[in-house]
């Protein structure tokens, strides 16, 4: 870590220098005065923003961040674990399957029974209308408290009510033979369907999807895993190529520097024209442009990591540099393409969403061929009445009739007669209803059988895909390792050549100009050399990301509404 942060700063002083020497002096004093003064301004406006994200977040560690350029060494194993604790595309998958929780809890509650209640106060006066009314103004006061329980059976979608009902009436009625009057009944009905929604209905249906649209959020949630991870390990590599893409760049600058200082030697003891060091000192020019390129590549791929590894802008690895520790290794793995492609057609998250949303369709077309049955209801009630209250005593018959006493009694009367069920009355019927003609339902019913065709040639072509999509990268695999074979051989040669031609050089008997191309060719075979390792490394990366999940989520299933629409 030491070694790289020294050449970093090697390589930002000498960019520096050359910026210095090109730029106008009091150009670079103002340029340096605004630069001061842009920094100062954006660092009182970080810690302001990190003071008032403390307060706001007092759930958040808090763990003070690094100074900026602190060094973190990271190991490909380190990444992958933070990733997975860290990473913010993971947290939003992680609460799908939540939201589907409550949506389950939602349709359950379809089935909790529910309670109801009624308290009234009623008056009623009665104009004198004949000579039954029961006297001149006849004026009755009605009080009702009434109870009831229904709920929805989760099986064969029948439901069941049970009514509870009072009420006390008071009456100036000289012909009523209670006074107050007390009635008390219940009723208990239950209402079962024979054809439509006997096996299954919109509650039951919503039910079972839902499940299964959970299934599908937990695979989505499994196949997001292993994308990232995925592209953690393949951003690591791109860092580290980086990364050594800077440390050739700078080997090839130092070749350069020194045949500058060569020739310039050669010049000096007169055995060299000064046009060789002109050409020298513009191809190391060329080099310091290079170096930049690759310092500003390695910065680029850095964010990258991060982008993956950190939970905000105030994680302390934002503001770190990040040096990758571990390095590839070149270790041909052997490969198993019939054993791949059948992980991939039993495990892929695709293929397991694919047939996960093929069950969810068969249970719509279950719903909707349902609801093409006729609408045939058993209902079936039993319930009693009960009646108390003062009971008047009469002599006579008719209108003519005297009162002559009474019998006290009260509601205690009206619940003795209901529970002995003096008073039954049951109710037992059929209910039939049918469309005559087409009905919505059928058409809706044929497109779904249609649209399950087409989803079953989907999930074949997914097949398809996936056989294809694991072979191409074993493919990649294998042109992979041959080609870093290719290049390894071709780095050795151009170290050779160069050792060569620099010996040749040193006795003159070759020129400037070979030497330099010798140099280059050198840095481009070791650049091609490291591209191709990591090229393998990345093939195998996506040889076992294949086996699990898709690049990127892309068309699927036809999804069957149960309304027709897809």
Not at 19 to 31: C, E, N, R, T, W
Not at 153 to 174: A, D, E, M, R
Not at 343 to 351: F, I, S, T, W
Not at 487 to 496: E, H, V
């Amino acid at each position: 870590m030491t070694k790289l942060a020294t050449r970093t700063r090697f390589g930002a002083l000498l960019l520096t220098g050359a910026l210095l020497l090109i730029a106008h002096p009091a150009a670079a004093q103002g340029d340096a005065a605004d630069r001061a003064r842009l920094d100062e301004i954006a660092r009182i406006a970080a810690q302001q923003f990190v003071a008032a994200r403390a307060d706001a977040d007092q759930t958040r560690p808090t763990v003070a961040p690094p100074p900026p350029g602190t060094m973190v060494d990271l190991t490909l194993q380190e990444a992958t674990a933070r990733a997975l604790e860290r990473n913010l595309e993971l947290a939003v998958e992680r609460l799908n399957p939540q939201t589907f929780d409550l949506n389950i809890a939602r349709i359950r509650a379809a089935y909790r029974p529910t309670a109801t209640s009624t308290f009234g106060q009623r008056s009623r006066v009665q104009p004198p209308t004949s000579t039954l009314n029961g006297g001149t103004v006849v004026g009755n006061e009605f009080t009702t408290y009434n109870a009831g329980i229904s709920q929805a059976l989760p099986w064969f979608g029948g439901s069941t009510t049970l009514q509870f009902n009072n009420q006390k009436q008071v009456s100036s009625n000289l012909f009523a033979n209670y006074n107050p009057l007390f009635n008390s009944s219940f009723n208990f009905t239950y209402t079962q369907p024979m054809l439509r929604g006997f096996l299954i209905d919109n509650n039951r249906q919503q039910l079972r999807v839902t499940a299964i649209s959970r299934d599908i959020s937990e695979i989505q949630l499994r196949g997001t895993i292993a994308t990232t991870l995925a592209n953690v390990r393949n951003t690591y590599w791109e860092l580290l190529y980086a990364l050594q893409a800077v440390e050739v760049a700078r080997g090839s600058l130092a070749l350069a520097d020194k045949l500058v200082e060569d020739n310039r030697t050669r010049v000096e003891i007169g055995t060299m024209a000064p046009l060789d060091v002109v050409q020298a000192e513009a191809e190391a020019a060329t080099r310091r442009q290079a170096v930049a390129q690759a310092e500003a590549t390695w910065r680029t791929s850095e964010l990258a990591l991060k982008r993956l590894l950190v939970n905000g802008t105030d994680d302390p690895l934002w503001r770190a540099s990040i040096n990758p520790v571990d390095r590839p290794v070149f270790a041909p793995e052997p490969l198993d393409v019939e054993a791949a492609v059948r992980r991939a057609l039993e495990n892929r998250a695709d293929l397991e969403q694919a047939r996960r949303q093929i069950q969810s369709n068969d249970i719509t077309m279950r719903l909707m061929r349902n609801q093409t049955l006729p609408n045939l209801d058993l209902t079936a009630s039993y319930g009693a009445e009960g009646l108390g209250g003062t009971q008047y005593r009469r002599q006579g018959s008719g209108v003519t009739s005297i009162i002559v006493g009474t019998l006290p009694g009260g509601y205690g009367d009206a619940l003795r007669t209901l529970t002995g069920r003096n008073y039954p009355n049951w109710n037992l019927q059929l209910n039939l209803s049918y469309p005559i003609g087409a009905s919505a339902a059928e058409a809706n019913y044929a497109r779904a059988r249609v649209q399950l065709n087409q989803s079953a040639a989907q999930l074949r072509a997914l097949e398809l895909q996936v056989a294809t999509e694991v072979t191409n990268a074993a493919l990649q695999v294998d042109n992979g390792l041959r080609r870093y074979e290719a290049a390894s051989a071709a780095r050795q040669l151009a170290q050779t050549r160069l050792e060569a031609e620099q010996s040749r050089f040193d006795v003159g008997l070759s020129t400037n100009f070979f030497v330099v191309q010798a140099q280059r060719d050198l840095a481009t075979a070791q650049n091609s050399e490291l591209r191709a390792l990591l090229d393998y490394r990345r093939a195998l990366v996506d040889f076992q990301r294949v086996q699990e999940a898709p690049a990127s989520r892309g068309g699927g299933i036809t999804t069957i509404n149960a309304g027709g629409g897809n």
